[in-house]
């Protein structure tokens, strides 16, 4: 991330993983990385590391829908969410394109009049100022809700809870957080590009990251749609049991048997 979209970055970040990254490589005999996006700009940088990377996915995380309406409930009450929203999940920090979330979430309340909160859940990671700022820009202080660092055991339930969960992301590695609402039964809004597609497969809607209006439409296509979200919802479970923690494993071992052999 830090060669494909370097202004995400802090300049002491830059720094650090520009020398560190090369020396890594070219030290490596294997290299192992979750999708096969990432292999490929990998290869784009470092040429020389084609014959060492092997890709593996990760499993599925060990999340599921929870039926409890009652639990539900006493999970939003505790991060003060009240009715119904639209959930973002993960760090606030440039990269995951949350300003033009916000925008695409302004248009949807002022065109479509949708009754949905928007919930930011995630720590703060970095340069995330501008996020705050655009809320207060927008005067959107009584619809966005900021939960900040969510424990694993309430975010099953905030997934549960969600009408649509959303992820604009402009790049992922792998793109953990659109399996994890699958495995709950959420249906996702996720972006066309880096390794998203790979996860999300044919069990979401995906937006162009750069377009605003874009983003707004996948998001409302959702909310009018029952019919449509209730698919996706169920494609999105089978989805997510295709990433198997123990064939992770088992590809695991074997790249160390091929190095050692």
Known sequence: TYYTHPQAFTFGSRMIKKFIAPMSIKRA????????????????????????????????????????????????????????YILYMGTLEPRKNLIRLIEAYHKLVNEEKIEQKLVLAGKKGWLYNDIFSKIVELHLEEQVIFTDYISEEDKSAL?????????????????????????????????????????????????????????????????????????LENKGIEQAKSFSWNRTVKQIIDVYKEILE
Do not use: W
Request: glycine share 8%.
């Open 29 to 84: 005999e294997r290299i192992i990385t979750d999708s096969e996006n990432t292999k490929k700009d990998i290869i784009g940088f470092f040429p020389k590391a084609k014959d060492k990377i092997r890709v593996i996915y990760p499993g599925s995380p060990d999340f599921k829908r929870i039926e409890d309406q009652k639990h539900i409930e006493a999970v939003k009450a505790n991060h003060k969410i009240a009715g119904k």
């Open 159 to 231: 997934y549960s809870g969600a009408e649509v969960f959303a992820y604009p992301s402009l790049y992922e590695g792998f793109g953990l957080p659109p399996l994890e609402a699958m495995a709950c039964g959420t249906a996702v809004v996720t972006s066309n590009i880096s390794s998203l597609p790979e996860v999300v497969g044919n069990a979401g809607i995906y937006i162009n990251p750069y377009d605003v209006e874009n983003i707004a439409q996948g998001i409302y296509s959702l909310l009018i749609n029952q019919e449509l979200r209730r698919d």
